[in-house]
């Protein structure tokens, strides 16, 4: 069974830095998607960032690129979102997502795999 358990969240002032991590187990192949998806209060949730573990093909939404690095050790099973000048707008819970079809997170179709999510505070 597939699990993903975030960590890193917390209450950060504008223009600080974040580090989240997420903590991967039970895939069988060596070959699937990764992605960061946020969800702030009263919005929808909106792709972040994605990372197959194969080849470490990327990929970020155009508002968090310059600001958010998403990365990944195959040999620690952890992805990490690099969140830097963290914006009030950055407020929100993100979730850490898995799925074996890079197109599920690059469109943000709906990942198979979720954590349960570690939130994000940016003061102003």
């Known amino acids: 069974e597939v699990q993903l358990v975030e960590s890193g969240g917390g209450l950060v002032q504008a223009g600080g830095s974040l580090r989240l991590s997420c903590a991967v187990s039970?895939?069988?192949?060596?070959?699937?998607?990764l992605g960061w998806f946020r969800q702030a209060p009263g919005k929808e949730r909106e792709g972040v960032s994605c990372i197959r573990s194969s080849d470490k093909r990327t990929y970020s939404a155009d508002s968090m690129k310059g600001r958010f690095t998403i990365s990944s050790d195959n040999a620690k099973n952890t992805m990490y979102l690099q969140m830097d000048s963290l914006k009030p707008e950055d407020t929100a819970v993100y979730y850490c997502?898995?799925?074996?079809?890079?197109?599920?997170?690059?469109?943000?179709?709906?990942?198979?795999?979720w954590g349960e999510g570690t939130l994000v505070t940016v003061s102003s």
């Open positions: 997502a898995a799925d074996v079809n890079w197109s599920a997170c690059r469109w943000n179709l709906g990942m198979h795999y």
């Open positions: 039970g895939f069988t192949s060596d070959d699937y998607t």
